[in-house]
């Protein structure tokens, strides 16, 4: 289960609802589990997140499973909005960045599995602006 964290967890937490599980790790990673999708779906793999500044050091999630607050040893605070509308916004804006094309306006059905799982409906996430 923790195989993507490839140093120490300093960190685990349980969302309120119990429907999330995140394990920070000295290699400044957080994992994120979505343990409904996981008991489901043999093929889930948990989102990595990595975006924040500096090593993750402790998490908690809002009381209302909405947001993943992550501290770190710099002192800062990132929040991660766990709403699939935004997560799914910002997965566009990383591959609009990546590929230096706005032109990613449907996702592969395996990858929409793999990030919302099969209980979202598939639908287009990227915006052509």
């Known amino acids: 289960m923790f195989k993507q964290n490839q140093s ?15 394990a920070a790790s000295l290699d400044g990673r957080v994992t994120l589990w979505d343990l409904k ?14 975006d924040h500044e500096g090593w993750a050091t402790s998490i908690c999630f809002s009381p209302d499973d909405r947001f993943l607050l992550v501290g770190t040893k ?11 509308r935004v997560y799914a916004e910002h997965i566009c804006a990383q591959l609009r960045m ?7 306006d449907e ?12 209980d ?9 602006n």
């Open 120 to 128: 979202i409906k598939q639908q287009k996430i990227c915006e052509i």
């Open 74 to 84: 710099n002192g800062e605070v990132a929040f991660w909005n766990l709403n699939t």
């Open 107 to 118: 996702m592969e059905t395996t990858d929409w599995r793999r990030f919302f799982g099969n």
């Open 37 to 50: 999708i996981s008991e489901s779906d043999p093929t889930y793999q948990p989102l990595l997140l990595e």
């Open 8 to 22: 120490p967890i300093v960190d685990l937490a349980f969302s309120p609802s119990g429907r999330y599980l995140a």
């Open 98 to 104: 990546r590929y230096l094309s706005p032109r990613y």
